[in-house]
């Protein structure tokens, strides 16, 4: 395709929302500009994903977060050639978060596939050089993608003491909960894993990790010091109250789109804390993949072509289904 100067203009397929409307489409290759030039390898669908399709964040463009991809191009060279992942949020650089190197909350931030930014469902990405974190050799594209949702897991210890004296819920049986369950056993508490789905539950169950379901864990009210919402339903924050001591702390992992109904007077009676938790550090995340301290491969159900990010959504979005790739 050239340009009306005539010059050559490249083209690359993404999965994309536009107009209310998600398709694969064939668009421009995206500049390198200051930043590095990804070409991905792999990408995961997340909820998250699932919900921009439903209106969450108002995001138009290509989405998609998780990835491992090959650096093709950076200013001065650095990492060109070797497999990364991604750090999600680009900072502006000049306030003061960006300057101690954490832009998480930059006020001006765009995030991989979620705020402002073009994501990783496609088949190159852009991404600040400083956002990358080389993989190791001899680990899987496949566990590497999941370095962004584990560091989200592993990011809960980073909101609250998690310490072996704890007794941790975690609600939601899915990619998130299945994630939080492990990375919060790794720290010696005790962990019950709340879902609805057997042969999910049986995953925690592997690792030592006691489980129940939604129905059996009612009649344990009041015995928990953390309880994790990561069930993607605005329903389990009242269940996640429930669960919790006098002065319990309850931290919520799900984004979705809707609103959520709380019952304030027991969270001011019981004086619990309510801590949000989003995104984690993906050196500490990788560190754990590459020793094996996560069971990823049984999260792991179905991959696709990124032609077939359509199907992939649907895949994705149906109950039972875990982690769908899709693979450029």
Known sequence: MTTDDGQMTRQMKALRVEKNQIAVRDIQLPERGQEALVRVLLSGICNTDIEITRGYADFKGTIGHEFVGIVEDAPDGKLVGQRVVG?????????????????????????????????????????PLMNLVPVPERMADEHAVFAEPLAAACGIVDRTPVTKDKNVAVIGDGKLGLLCAQAMALT???????????????????RGIETATSKNATRRKREFDVVVEASGSASAFNTAVGLLRPRGVMVLKSTFQGTTEINAATIVVDEISIIGSRCGRLAPALDLLRKGAIDVDSLISEEYPLRDGLLAMERAAKKGILKVFLRP
Do not use: M
Not at 107 to 127: Q, Y
Not at 188 to 206: C, D, F, N, T, Y
């Open 188 to 206: 010696g508490a005790s962990v019950l894993l709340i879902g609805k789905h057997p042969e999910k539950l049986r995953i925690a169950q592997r």
């Open 87 to 127: 750090e999600i949020n680009a900072g502006c650089g000049e306030c003061e978060l960006c300057r101690v190197g954490d832009p998480r909350h930059c006020p001006k931030r765009t995030v991989l596939g979620i705020v402002g930014r073009d994501g990783a469902h496609a088949e190159f990405l852009r991404l």
